[in-house]
């Protein structure tokens, strides 16, 4: 079965910073990669999505993910965060089964 | 799209109350998905169907937990008798069907068990 890990739960930022939040995962067969986005009190929303071809991913809102298949990591990157950025981000994997989740990284950004 | 409805947005009700959670998910959908969220456990996929059809329940936590979707627009999670410890946030969410295909969450029922 699969599983999903998020090195950080919590990242705070000052406005402009570069972002970088790590996601990995384990499971050896094909899988479909996601990154969802919470802001406070709100509902998970799709922020972008990986299935096949180009491991580069460009997402909503300036947002980008790399899937390094030799490393079973999908990483969500974004050159200069703003204050609206802060919420929660879910790395979620679907192999064999449905999306399984990770426990998420809350990001803060100051100004 | 008006996207996927539920209801209520928040429950407030007393230990060994039942509860019952509903949601419509977006109309063509063939996958019905119900999440619990908790700040110690994360987002966990409690059941989910395929075509109003039961395909994996075994992230419900116990008896007192039961779902149906009696049609195609419409599905229902239950809590008999409730507990403090469900006090959480329980999201439900559609897709098409296919494995590239987005789940679609919609907004939650917060619900706080006294």
């Known amino acids: 079965a699969q599983s999903v890990s998020q090195h950080n739960h919590h990242v705070i930022l000052s406005e402009a910073a570069s972002l970088e939040l790590g996601c990995n995962y384990s499971?050896?067969?094909?899988?479909?990669l996601f990154w969802y986005v919470q802001y406070p009190g709100q509902h998970l929303q799709l922020l972008l999505k990986?299935?096949?071809?180009?491991?580069l991913v460009k997402g909503i809102k300036g947002f980008e993910a790399e899937f390094i298949k030799s490393k079973f990591s999908f990483n969500l990157r974004k050159p200069s965060v703003q204050w609206s950025d802060t919420a929660e981000y879910f790395c979620?994997?679907?192999?064999?089964?449905?999306?399984?989740f990770g426990k998420g990284t809350r990001l803060s950004v100051i100004a | 799209d008006a996207g996927v409805i539920q209801s209520p947005r928040h429950e407030v009700t007393e230990m060994g109350q039942e509860v019952t959670l509903r949601c419509k998910p977006i109309?063509?959908?063939?996958?019905l998905f119900w999440y619990r969220q908790t700040m110690m456990r994360g987002l966990e996929l409690l059941i989910y169907?395929?075509?109003?059809?039961?395909?994996?329940d075994s992230g419900m936590p116990e008896d007192r937990f039961s779902a149906k979707m009696p049609n195609a627009s419409f599905s229902t999670l239950k809590i008999q008798p409730s507990e403090p410890r469900d006090s959480a946030v329980y999201f439900c969410?559609?897709?098409?069907?296919?494995?590239?295909?987005?789940?679609?969450f919609g907004p939650g029922t917060r619900l706080l068990v006294l």
């Open positions: 969410a559609s897709s098409r069907a296919g494995a590239q295909e987005t789940q679609y």
């Open positions: 499971y050896g067969g094909t899988v479909n």
């Open positions: 990986y299935f096949s071809g180009d491991p």
């Open positions: 979620a994997v679907k192999g064999n089964t449905p999306l399984v």
């Open positions: 109309s063509g959908h063939d996958y």
């Open positions: 169907f395929n075509n109003n059809v039961p395909i994996d």
